[in-house]
């Protein structure tokens, strides 16, 4: 199968990734290239606590990536998963996203989680049309909260959740 945990190697490709949606993208909010170091802190920081990082290969050249973090730093936030995934600029449409989502939410029914949620700026109708997918709801819309590309920028909240805890 592509899809696998990423590793220390894969910071590089993974922050090239991430730099297009940087540069070309409301996608993220960030508006500074990453290197690879910075990517690797910030793999390593989710590791350390047991968040899941995946990566969609194919060959030797990542694809895209997938991964979950801390939605919120209170404790009682504790069992919340915020998610993001990127694919490599023009290999959209080829079912990556939807590869990287069923791993990545196995490897969250493996802890001890019970809501994951995605943030998405808006418009973003294919990732709006891949949480769906995986049974999301919108619950929040929160209007021009984001600037970029001199233009203000919403952002919805989609969540799903995953059981009943005791």
């Known amino acids: ?60 050249e990542i694809l895209g990536y ?12 504790l069992h919340s998963i915020e998610i993001s995934v990127y694919i490599r600029n023009g290999r959209e449409g080829k079912a ?12 969250i029914g493996k802890g001890d989680f019970h809501v994951i949620i995605g943030g998405i700026s808006l418009p973003n109708d294919a990732s709006v049309r891949l949480h769906e997918k995986f049974g999301f709801a919108k619950v929040a819309h929160f209007r021009e909260v984001g600037y970029k590309f001199g233009r203000w920028i919403d952002v919805g909240y989609w969540e799903k959740v995953l059981g009943e805890r005791g």
């Open 96 to 107: 990556i996203g939807t590869s990287l989502y069923e791993r990545l939410f196995a490897e």
């Open 1 to 60: 199968m592509p899809v696998r945990p990423a590793t220390p190697e894969d910071a590089a490709a993974v922050a090239e990734i991430y730099n297009y949606y940087i540069a070309n993208s409301h996608a993220t909010f960030e508006l500074e290239p990453v290197d690879g170091g910075e990517m690797l802190s910030r793999m390593e920081a989710g590791w350390k606590i047991g968040y899941p990082f995946l990566v969609y290969e194919d060959g030797t």
């Open 66 to 77: 997938a991964y979950g973090r801390q939605f919120r730093p209170r404790r009682a936030y």
